[in-house]
């Protein structure tokens, strides 16, 4: 059992260089990534922030003027499918996932003032809810743990 923060190969902080490790990754797996899926995911990207998807479709119809909620819907379906992106239910967004090239579930901590959202990619969290889990004799399929409250940066404001 690792009791460490998860081991990446790496980490991607620049828009650019994400999309590019999600390129190589669709690659490596056999994946499509479309010229729609790729954009979508470039504005997720390069969003900075959370995104919902009808603010991705809005910056879509910028470009296409002839976008459809279902065309936004289907390329982050896939996304998420393949660990790409992660949905914040809470708050009915998305993100990049920081490591593309593994298939993950980890919490967020998400600021309620700026609306950043931080990935904490700490495997031992993971591993407490599993571990809870099968003590109580639970198997669970599906694992979206979200806490809210303020970030260093706007709690120095």
């Known amino acids: 059992m690792t009791t ?25 797996r056999g994946l499509r990534l479309t010229p729609l899926r790729r954009e979508v995911l470039e504005l997720v990207a390069g969003a900075g922030k959370p995104v919902k998807a009808y603010d991705l479709l ?3 119809r910028e470009k ?3 976008a459809a ?16 992106i992660h949905k914040l239910e809470s708050i009915n967004s998305y993100v990049s996932c920081h490591h593309p090239e593994q298939a993950h ?3 967020f901590l998400i600021c309620d003032t ?4 931080q990935e904490v990619c700490d ?12 003590a109580l004799g639970f198997r669970p399929q599906a694992q979206t743990l979200e806490v809210h409250g303020t970030c260093k940066n706007c709690r120095g404001s």
């Open 105 to 107: 579930q980890v919490p």
């Open 123 to 134: 495997e031992r969290v993971a591993e407490l809810i599993e571990a809870q889990a099968k």
């Open 114 to 117: 700026c609306h950043g959202a």
């Open 4 to 28: 460490a923060a998860h081991r990446h190969n790496h980490h991607h902080d620049d828009a650019e260089g994400f999309v590019a490790a999600v390129a190589q990754a669709s690659s490596e």
């Open 58 to 60: 809005d910056r879509l």
């Open 69 to 84: 909620p279902p065309t936004v819907y289907r390329a982050l379906d896939f996304l998420l499918e393949n660990g790409f």
């Open 64 to 66: 296409h003027g002839n």
